[in-house]
């Protein structure tokens, strides 16, 4: 988090909110970053403390243009794949494995060691992410490695 909060600082954020999604883990570090976060970003920050419903959180995670997800593990897939499906351009580290798959099925992401940039994403790079999103995990794929595995499991 003041990785990227330290980032975030040198760039002009205007009206744009930083959302922090700290409802989870240790409400200590919450509570830290939260704090580095509004001392650094001024009123430009949203800490997410409460656990939300499903569909208030997906409602937030949709209003944001720009995702950025330092995760060296594989962590929030869920999360970034529904942000690249509405459009949203994605940062991530290039040492992710969720990156480099990411990559190889040709969706267009974002490295954070390149900088952060907050100018938005083409047309064409939000249809091809929709595309790619829809072929490699919608519900037509989900429902083939469905059968896929039904049928390993018959045989």
């Given at each position: 988090h003041v990785e990227i909060i330290d980032q975030l600082k040198g760039i002009k954020?205007?009206?744009?909110?930083?959302?922090i999604p700290l409802n989870y883990g240790i409400k200590r570090y919450g509570d830290f970053v939260e704090e580095y976060a509004s001392d650094k970003l001024n009123d430009n920050v949203q800490a997410l403390r409460e656990f939300l419903t499903f569909d208030k959180y997906q409602k937030i995670v949709q209003s944001c243009s720009i995702v950025?997800?330092?995760?060296l593990r594989q962590q929030a897939a869920g999360n970034i794949v529904q942000a690249l499906y509405t459009g949203a351009k994605v940062y991530l580290y290039k040492y992710s494995t969720l990156y480099k798959y990411l990559i190889d099925v040709g969706l267009k992401?974002?490295?954070?060691?390149?900088?952060?940039?907050?100018a938005p994403i083409t047309e064409d790079i939000i249809i091809?992410?929709?595309k790619y999103v829809v072929d490699s995990f919608g519900k037509?794929?989900?429902h083939k490695r469905i059968n896929?595995?039904?049928n390993i499991i018959n045989s």
């Amino acid at each position: 988090h003041v990785e990227i909060i330290d980032q975030l600082k040198g760039i002009k954020l205007c009206d744009r909110k930083v959302i922090i999604p700290l409802n989870y883990g240790i409400k200590r570090y919450g509570d830290f970053v939260e704090e580095y976060a509004s001392d650094k970003l001024n009123d430009n920050v949203q800490a997410l403390r409460e656990f939300l419903t499903f569909d208030k959180y997906q409602k937030i995670v949709q209003s944001c243009s720009i995702v950025i997800m330092p995760h060296l593990r594989q962590q929030a897939a869920g999360n970034i794949v529904q942000a690249l499906y509405t459009g949203a351009k994605v940062y991530l580290y290039k040492y992710s494995t969720l990156y480099k798959y990411l990559i190889d099925v040709g969706l267009k992401v974002y490295n954070i060691d390149d900088g952060i940039d907050l100018a938005p994403i083409t047309e064409d790079i939000i249809i091809h992410n929709k595309k790619y999103v829809v072929d490699s995990f919608g519900k037509e794929k989900q429902h083939k490695r469905i059968n896929e595995l039904v049928n390993i499991i018959n045989s």
